[in-house]
């Protein structure tokens, strides 16, 4: 069993661990990313994430199947959710099961971390001030610049 998707739909922690279980694993260790009242000392008042899901799907499970190999015995799952979530919602949950707990926490980090870093889902925070894309650079700034002379409104700082 393997569970590696985007949804849109509310995400089910029971769900993520159910496909990660087993008689021979010690430890399932699980990961909730939820959203944030605020980000940067900014407030949030909800988010969207958008994402090109079928690569996406495939790229968790690249990650999930890397993971396996660097640590034998982990059985991995996750589920990111798009669309437009409210503070406090679950936006990805991650689990990990391996024999020995620590083995399942370092698959578990693993896990969230490469996807973080590798996974094309891009997000966009909403607050008093307007959405604005989270890690987004604009290539027509200079590092350093003034961004409000130039007519738009993104951070650099994530």
Known sequence: ???????????????????????????VVT???????????L?????????????AAKEMARIGAEISERIPGAR?????RVGSLAV????VICAASTPHRAEAFEACRLLIDLIKARVPIWKREHGPSGPYWVGWEDARCEPGADH?????????DQ
Do not use: C, K, W
Request: hydrophobic share 45%.
């Open 88 to 91: 406090g919602d679950a936006a």
């Open 148 to 156: 409000a002379a130039h007519g738009h409104g993104h951070r650099h």
């Open 43 to 55: 407030p949030v008042t909800r988010l969207e994430y958008q994402a090109y899901a079928s690569m």
């Open 31 to 41: 990961f909730v990313g939820t959203v944030r009242n605020e980000n940067a000392g």
């Open 1 to 27: 069993m393997s569970l590696f998707e985007i949804r849109e739909a509310a995400l089910s922690l029971d769900e993520v661990v159910a496909q990660v279980a087993r008689p021979d694993a010690g430890a």
């Open 76 to 80: 991995l799952a996750v589920l990111h």
